[in-house]
């Protein structure tokens, strides 16, 4: 039985399986690899998912949901309709999906996954992703960091000598950079750093407010359908302007069309601000992995935005070589995490590599520290595992008494970069109870150690009576008990999910809508003509004629949001 890998990503998801001995995407039913990470629910209350819920976005708003990979571990639910999901079940609902096109694809049952999550995920985060792969019924094998999935899809884990190299990752969400060191034969990550409000969506901003500026309009005055096909207008128009040196942006706003054309070089002059930012992140994680942009050794583009050429252009200026990129940038963390799959069932042709990641934050605890003479002040952070260490890792700091008499010390565990520890977000506690002595006499050994699964343990030893006191973290917002898990899983059964092969005509009247809202006069007309005979030949149950006609009316859609 195959193990399959996934990219769950905020914008796009993909699956990957090995196969004759390379990794290969699996296309979903609508032909396509990439399957938007968007959740719908429709009027039988079933569960839309991809391409179908995407075009949703604009005709059912509030039926639909996008971007809730950002939510991941958090406590934070949801509504959609009657339903109400956790981040992690509507994850779910795509990894489902992505398990049955695996399962039609293979002509075969699949259960096991290894699934990719962004590097800097904390436990919470990682756990919600593996719950999520439960939810759906899959057996998840373990869980990747993006970067390290993506060096291994270019091969990188096959090096004899040590490099070291960088993920420059650009998505739909966010910006991630990760540094990543192969050393004998262990995939380090040596630092992460990233950009949470920098994106591809960005990019298509900027294109937004020069349309808006050279037309003279106000996006105020627009109404929300407009707005949304001004900003699908603005991706069209980017993406053009990755394999064309000009595009253009056409709007229609109460019969009045207004346009603008644009070439490469106006687009990068418009975007300056974004590509000054895409730097900063680079230098940080240079920083904090302590070495010199001339020593990494290859740099590889990953999330759909790099194949901006001012992107590539940017980042070969920073590193004075040409990056990897001839794996589709959005493929490749699916591809490494199916042969990280591979790996695991020992595929005689490729090197075994043990992978660690780093702590996405810094761990520390509560101390007081010393103002004058005998005054202390509480509440200051005394890092113990500093942000971006490679994990697993073990370290020890040593703690006294502050006043006579003390028989309490008060262990407070905080994750965070502040120097206050209000500043930080608070784990969990251990009291412990030392003998009477003096001031600064009795000492305290803390351990922490935090493992590959994001599990921070404490260790509190008493230097004098050698007594230890242990505190084991995995407690995270929204966690769930076994019995809780047991029971979504039952209440998940009885949801509807919509028929995956009726998945073609769905997305027709989808976005046949879509396109209707967005139209107006005779265009409008045209639209409702296509709908209604399609509609018609639905009704015919006559497959043949109606997959005729779903390729054609496809074809008029096509043209049609070129020429909105
Ligand atoms: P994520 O990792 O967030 O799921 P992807 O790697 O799939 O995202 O990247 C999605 C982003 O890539 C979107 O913002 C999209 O606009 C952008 N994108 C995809 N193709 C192109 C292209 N040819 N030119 C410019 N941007 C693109
Ligand atoms: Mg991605």
Not at 351 to 366: M, Q, W
Request: net charge negative; hydrophobic share 40%; with cysteine.
């Amino acid at each position: 039985m195959s193990i399959i890998g996934i990219d769950l990503g905020t914008t796009n998801s993909l699956v990957a399986v090995w196969e004759e001995g390379q990794a290969k995407i699996i296309p979903n039913i609508l032909n396509k690899n990439l399957t938007p990470s968007v959740i719908s629910v429709d009027e039988n209350n079933e569960i839309l998912v991809g391409d179908v819920a995407k075009e949703r976005q604009i005709t059912h708003p509030e039926y639909t949901i996008a971007n809730f990979k950002r939510f991941m571990g958090a406590d934070r639910k949801f509504k959609l309709g009657t339903y109400t999901f956790t981040p992690e079940e509507l994850s779910s609902f795509i990894l489902k999906r992505l398990k049955e096109d695996a399962e039609s694809y293979l002509g075969e049952e699949v259960i096991e996954a290894v699934i990719s999550v962004p590097a800097y995920f904390n436990d919470a985060q990682r756990k919600a992703t593996k719950r999520a792969g439960e939810l759906a019924g899959l057996k998840v094998e373990r869980l990747i960091s993006e970067p390290t999935a993506a060096a291994i899809a270019y091969g990188l884990h096959q090096e004899d000598d040590e490099t070291q190299f960088l993920v420059f990752d650009l998505g739909g969400g966010t910006f991630d950079i990760s540094i990543l060191e192969l050393f004998e034969g262990v995939m380090e990550v040596k630092s992460i750093a990233g950009d949470n409000f920098l994106c591809g969506e960005d990019f298509n901003k900027v294109l937004v407010e020069y349309f808006i500026e050279t037309n003279k309009l106000n996006l105020k005055e627009l109404d929300n359908k407009e707005v949304s096909a001004l900003y699908k207008q603005a991706e069209l128009c980017k993406r053009e302007l990755s394999v064309k040196d000009n595009a253009a942006m056409i709007l229609r706003v109460d019969e009045k069309t207004f346009e603008i054309a644009l070439d490469r070089i106006k687009f990068e002059k418009l975007a300056a601000d974004l590509i000054m930012r895409l730097r900063h992140p680079v230098e940080r994680a240079l920083r904090d992995a302590d070495i010199h942009a001339s020593e990494i050794e290859a740099v590889i583009l990953i999330g759909g935005s790099t194949r901006m050429p001012l992107v590539r252009n940017v980042v070969s200026k920073m590193f004075n070589k040409l990056p990897y990129s001839n794996i589709n940038p959005d493929e490749s963390v699916a591809l490494g995490a199916c042969i990280q799959g591979a790996l695991k069932e020992r595929s005689s042709d490729l090197k075994e590599l043990i992978l660690t990641d780093v702590s996405p934050y810094t761990l520390g605890v509560e101390v007081a520290n010393r103002i004058e003479g005998q005054k202390y002040e509480a509440g200051y952070f005394l890092p113990i595992i500093e942000r971006n260490s490679p994990v697993p890792i073990s370290k020890v700091e040593q703690l006294s008494t502050i006043s006579d008499n003390q028989t309490k010390i008060a262990i407070k565990v905080y994750q965070g970069e502040s120097r206050r520890v209000e500043n930080n977000i608070f784990l969990g506690e251990l009291g412990i109870v030392v003998p009477k002595d003096k001031a600064g006499m009795q000492g305290v050994a803390l351990r922490y150690t935090y493992d590959i699964n994001g599990l921070l343990e404490v260790e509190a030893t008493i230097l004098s009576t050698e007594r230890k006191e242990t505190l084991i973290i995995e407690k995270s917002p929204g966690a769930m008990t076994n019995e809780e898990i047991k029971e979504r899983m039952l209440a998940l059964k009885d949801i509807k999910i919509h028929p995956r092969d009726k998945t073609e005509n769905t997305l027709i009247l989808a976005r046949g809508e879509r396109l209707y809202e967005e139209a107006l006069g005779e265009k409008r007309e045209y639209i409702a003509g296509l709908l209604s005979e399609f509609e018609r030949i639905l009704s015919t149950q006559d497959l043949r004629l109606i997959e005729k006609k779903a390729k054609l009316i496809s074809k008029k859609f096509d043209e049609l949001e070129t020429y909105y």
